[in-house]
């Protein structure tokens, strides 16, 4: 906020700077033959297929605490995103309910990069939601839309990469995501037509 940089090429910089940052110290962790057997594709993709027991209690324990807090918090959190002037005068801290979600987020971002890497997180988090509001302007519609086109992101992928038998299932999730959001983009642009007729 503070800044001269928007908020977008402030994401930018921060994503492009740590991939980055990544890469060097994953070269660098091999040059000194220290290297496990890391993989562009899982660190892009993840293994979804080899996760193992330890992995999923620490998402499942990490998901609960996020819904929970995110449950507690509901109020404040979704009046300060939907109009921050007004939630500030009616006493809601707003600066805390900014840390808070950016807090939240920041931990749903890490466990999913550690399960699922760092494009398929990415997609889990923006390709549902963006779909859901082509379709609807309303919470509890988007909200339903995004969990259902998350939910039919994952299954589709796994049926399409098991049933190629070559595909990863990493980037085919990604590819029923975004054909989720091309038809949910083209679902909008029919029904915007619709109404101006």
Do not use: H
Request: charged share 10%; hydrophobic share 60%; glycine share 10%.
């Amino acid at each position: 906020e503070r800044g001269a940089s928007q908020a977008d090429t402030a994401i930018g910089i921060v994503l492009v700077g740590s991939m980055t940052l990544g890469a060097l110290l994953i070269a660098w962790t091999a040059s000194q033959g220290r290297a496990g057997s890391v993989s562009w594709e899982s660190i892009l993709f993840g293994s979804i297929m080899a996760v193992n027991r330890q992995d999923a209690v620490i998402a499942w324990v990490a998901a609960l605490g996020i819904l929970l807090a995110a449950w507690w918090f509901r109020r404040p959190m979704l009046f300060w995103a939907f109009d921050e002037p007004t939630a500030r005068a009616f006493g809601v801290p707003t600066t805390a309910m900014k840390y808070l979600l950016v807090v939240l987020l920041t931990f749903a971002i890490v466990t999913a990069m550690k399960l699922a890497g760092v494009v398929l997180a990415t997609a889990m988090l923006v390709l549902p939601g963006a779909a859901a509001l082509r379709l609807s302007d309303r919470l509890m519609p988007v909200v339903v839309l995004a969990l259902g086109a998350g939910l039919l992101g994952v299954v589709g992928g796994l049926v399409l990469s098991f049933e190629s038998g070559v595909l990863p299932p990493g980037a085919c999730i990604v590819a029923v995501l975004v054909g989720l959001f091309c038809a949910a983009r083209l679902a909008a642009g029919v029904q915007s037509g619709r109404r101006a007729t």
